[in-house]
């Protein structure tokens, strides 16, 4: 049986960001039958002094290096799949989800001093947490860490690292909170090694996904695939 002039063709492979917030549309590619995924939720914003959770991750993928919550999607070629990139929380306020296809390829935003549990000082819980206001140096945490403080916010404790691999580069840090023994200043925000998505202020957490810093807002999500398929 002869093969088609697609099938003679090689495949490449491809990564296609969708950035800022807000709800696209993406038409799988001739070729493509499964596609990694990875997903940051927004940041939560900043309470009046302490630093908002940053988006929380999650990975779909075929190579079990690293971290992943799940196997690759699979998808057909033509599908058309909605694609939903998380806004960030305004002052006090949880960031909202990011997600592929459908809520089983979902994840949340990191959520404010508030609706962590606690109350205005606390740090906001995230992808990386928030530092809370306090007596002691209060840092947003940093690749799924814990932020620092007297009631520092929850990290998801595993890497937010680019489809949860060693070599990816690090999204989503936590908003600093502010230290009562040195008149209010700020700490510092978690690390990222993106600008993009970072949370507002000058202490906000690294992008994508960041915590805002005090009573600033936090940086939208991003959702990031990777697949191979025929080139155009």
Known sequence: MKRS?????EK???LKRFYPAGNYTWTVPAGCTEVDVFLVGGGAGGDNESGGG?????TFKKDKTGWRDGDAVVVTPGELINVIVGKGGSSKQSGSYSQFKNSNYRVEGGLSAMDSG???ANGGNGGSGGGSEGYVKS??????????GDREGIGQGHTTRDFGEPDGKRNAGGGAGRNAYTGYTGGVGGASDYTEGKGEGNQGGG???GGGYSGNRGGDGTVLL???????
């Open 5 to 9: 002039l697609m099938e003679n063709r």
């Open 12 to 14: 490449k492979l491809f």
């Open 54 to 58: 940053a988006g929380y991750t999650k």
């Open 118 to 120: 606690g109350h205005w």
């Open 139 to 148: 840092n947003g945490g940093s690749d799924g860490s814990n932020g620092t």
């Open 207 to 209: 992008g994508y996904g």
């Open 226 to 232: 990777r697949y191979w398929a025929y080139e155009e």
